[in-house]
C-alpha cells in the first residue's frame, strides 16, 4: 500500500470534520449484530463474528442491501437502537467529527412491526446524552426506500409527524436502478411543505438522468454519491454553477465495485471542476472504515495534499444544514490549522 506523508495523517485526524452521508443502521458492527441476535434469539446464517466479516464481500448495491436489511433484523428494542447511535457517536468524538447529519431508515423497522417510538426514543436518548457529556452536534435525515412504493412513503411521512421536531431532512436510499428519483417527486413535495430539507442517493449505480431528476422532481439540498456525474458536461456545469454538494462516500464504492480500486476513484476530477465534494462514510461497519479511515483511503491512493483536506474538511461544514453562525465558526478553526 502507498505510504502517504504522516503530516498528512496527522491533519486528518485532528481536523474538525461533519459527516453528511451516514446510515446509522450501517454502523451495526458484527459484534453488536452478534449480542444481539443472542439477546433477541434472531437465527442469522453467521457462527462468528469472523463469519460475518467474511460475507461482507460485495459484487453490487443490491448484493450489500440483503445484508444490510438482514443485520437491521436484530434491533428490535429502543435500548437496541440507543447502544447502535451511541457506539456511532463515540466514534465521532474519537475522529472529530464535531457535527453529523444522519440517515435512518424507518421502513426497515415499521415492515417488522416496530413502531417509530421505539427507535426515535433510542437514537434521540443516545443524541442528547452525547451532546450534553461533550457537545456532540448531529441531526437525523429520515430515508425513505425507494424500492417500496410511493404510498409506503406517504405512509412513513404521516407515520413521522409527531417527530418532526427532531427530523431535519428527508432522504431516499436503497435500490437505485429501476427506481428513479421522480417515483417520489409528491413525496418530497409534501416534505418541502411540511419544512424539511431534502437530500437524494443519485447517481451511484444510476445514470445522471436520475441526478438531473434529484434536481429538478425532488428539489434537493445535496445529491448523495452523484459520482457518475462526470459522465455529462452539461450535468457537471450545472452542480458547480449551483455549488450543489455532492456526498461521496469513496470506500463505499470501492466495497459495492462502483470503481475497481481507489487509485481510480474521480473524487479529484470532481474537485478540479469546482464541484462542492464531501467526503462521507456511508455505511462503516460494512464498508471498512469510519470517517477518518475514508480520508486516509483518498490520501494513500490518490495522493490528496494537505490543501485538499482542508477544503475537503471546509465543504462538509459548507454543505451541511447548520447556521452560517455555526458554519463560520468551524470554518475559521480549519483555518486555524
Ligand atoms: N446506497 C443506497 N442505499 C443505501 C446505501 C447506499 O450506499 N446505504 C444504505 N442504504
Ligand atoms: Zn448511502
Avoid at 415492515?111 to 448531529?138: C, H, L, N, P, Y
Avoid at 429501476?178 to 451511484?204: D, Q, S
Wanted: hydrophobic share 40%; aromatic share 10%; charged share 20%.
Amino acid at each position: 500500500m502507498p505510504v502517504h506523508n504522516p503530516s498528512t495523517t496527522d491533519l486528518i485526524n485532528s481536523l474538525p470534520k461533519a459527516e453528511l452521508h451516514l446510515h446509522i443502521e450501517g454502523t451495526l458492527e458484527p459484534e453488536l449484530m452478534m449480542a444481539l441476535a443472542a439477546k433477541h434469539q434472531v437465527n442469522l446464517p453467521y457462527a462468528t463474528i469472523d463469519d460475518v466479516r467474511v460475507a461482507y464481500n460485495f459484487d453490487n448495491l443490491q448484493s450489500f442491501l440483503d445484508l444490510y436489511y438482514l443485520g437491521a433484523s436484530v434491533l428490535r428494542d429502543e435500548d437496541d437502537f440507543y447502544h447502535l447511535m451511541w457506539n456511532y457517536l463515540c466514534k465521532c468524538r474519537e475522529d472529530n467529527v464535531v457535527h453529523v447529519e444522519m440517515m435512518f431508515d424507518p421502513q426497515t423497522h415499521t415492515e417488522r412491526g416496530i413502531d417509530f417510538a421505539v427507535f426515535m426514543s433510542g437514537f434521540s436518548r443516545a443524541m442528547t446524552q452525547a451532546e450534553k457529556e461533550w457537545g456532540q452536534s448531529s441531526l437525523l435525515i429520515m430515508s425513505f426506500l425507494r424500492h417500496l412504493s410511493e404510498d409506503s412513503a406517504f405512509e412513513t411521512l404521516a407515520a413521522a409527524a409527531p417527530y418532526l421536531s427532531v427530523i431535519t431532512a428527508v432522504g431516499l436510499d436503497s435500490s437505485e436502478l429501476g427506481n428513479p428519483p421522480e417515483k417520489f417527486a409528491r413525496v418530497f413535495a409534501k416534505a418541502k411543505e411540511l419544512g424539511l430539507m431534502r437530500v437524494a442517493h443519485a447517481g451511484e449505480e444510476g445514470p445522471p438522468e436520475y441526478i438531473w431528476s434529484a434536481l429538478h422532481d425532488l428539489d434537493v439540498h445535496r445529491i448523495d454519491h452523484g459520482v457518475r456525474s462526470v459522465e455529462d458536461p452539461t450535468l457537471m456545469q450545472e452542480l458547480v454553477s449551483r455549488q450543489m454538494p455532492l456526498t461521496v462516500c469513496p470506500l463505499s464504492n470501492i466495497k459495492l465495485c462502483v470503481f475497481d480500486h481507489m487509485s481510480e476513484h474521480n473524487l479529484l476530477t470532481l474537485l478540479d471542476h469546482g464541484v462542492m465534494v464531501t467526503v462521507n462514510a456511508d455505511d462503516p461497519s460494512y464498508f471498512g472504515g469510519y470517517l477518518n479511515d475514508n480520508y486516509h483511503a483518498l490520501a494513500a491512493h490518490l495522493s490528496i495534499n494537505e490543501q485538499q483536506v482542508k477544503i475537503l474538511a471546509s465543504n462538509s461544514f459548507k454543505a451541511s444544514f447548520l447556521s452560517d453562525e455555526q458554519k463560520n465558526y468551524w470554518l475559521q478553526q480549519i483555518l486555524a490549522y
